[in-house]
């Protein structure tokens, strides 16, 4: 963090420095590129291949931290789970120095979210409309096949459901928890390409209107997020995290899932 930069060069002896650092209903999926740990429906289906518009894959490994880092976080009695802060503790060297006795410094590290902690992940399947496909063959004889076309390309967003302190870091945090718990392929934005198309056919009985609807699915993630004010310790070579202040919230959060669509199909005498 860029508030950080300039506090730690006032240290005398010591230099901070860059350093080195569930089983699936057959036929619910369509190769589903992982194995996903809850019940999917048999009217959820993949697009991955067929989408025009190809979702980026979301990146976020569990980022382990370096023995430093682990010395400090164990200091501080709490977990801390923050990617951000771990990714700064791991780019940091604190050396030792060999005439640091009697020296003293505390420096303030800012005010961070430390940890979520997930108390519910639940699946959505219909979370958002996306496309109707409509056929009216009230005029004809004998049945009318159908089959999935969208027909604009449709953003999907996700997101906190309140406004809480450093927004971004939690929903980093959310998002490993839930794809941890559900092994989805999970982000707070994904997109269905104009003209993604699916084979499945449904069939329109003659005399009625036929009406195929798609949405797209989306995860219900609950839990608590915990905040505190972060300060290092340096007392003589001894190293540590202080942590005060510290509070916990409740949050929720809708994460959509990428590329799985489900799909309800009615058909009707009169129009819907």
């Known amino acids: 963090m860029k508030r950080l930069l300039f506090l730690l060069t006032i240290l005398l002896s010591l230099a901070f420095q860059p350093g080195n650092s569930a089983a699936i209903p057959k036929g619910a999926l369509d190769e589903m590129p992982a194995v996903s ?11 991955t291949k067929e989408n025009t518009y ?32 771990i990714h700064m503790l791991n780019e940091s060297n604190i050396a030792k120095a060999p005439f640091a006795f009697g020296y003293r ?75 941890e718990k559900t092994n989805l392929p999970l982000a707070f934005e994904t997109i269905v390409g104009a003209g993604t198309k699916k084979d499945q056919e449904y069939n329109i009985p003659a005399k009625r209107l036929g009406y195929l609807n798609a949405y797209a699915s989306a995860v219900n993630e609950k839990g608590k997020v915990t905040y505190g004010e972060v300060y290092l310790i340096l007392k003589g070579n001894k190293r540590a995290i202080a942590l005060k202040n510290v509070t916990s919230q409740g949050i929720g959060a809708w994460i959509p899932i990428q590329d799985l669509l489900s799909f309800s199909f009615t058909s009707s005498t009169v129009p819907r």
């Not at 382990?64 to 990617?83: C, D, F, H, M, Y």
């Not at 519910?120 to 409309?129: G, I, L, R, V």
């Open 37 to 47: 740990k809850v019940n999917v429906p048999p009217s959820v289906r993949n697009i």
């Open 54 to 85: 190809p979702n980026p894959t979301q990146d976020l490994p569990f980022l382990q931290p370096s023995e430093l880092a682990k010395q400090l976080i164990v200091s501080s009695g709490t977990k801390i789970e923050n990617p951000e802060l």
């Open 105 to 179: 410094a505390t420096i303030y590290l800012g005010h961070w979210a430390l940890n979520y902690q997930s108390a519910e992940t639940s699946p959505n399947w219909e979370y958002q409309k996306i496309n109707t496909n409509y056929f009216d063959n009230r005029g004809a004889n004998g049945a009318y096949k159908i089959h999935y076309v969208q027909e604009a390309q449709k953003t999907v967003r996700g997101g906190l459901t309140a406004k809480i302190p450093a927004s971004d870091d939690v929903q980093k945090m959310m998002l490993l928890k839930a794809t």
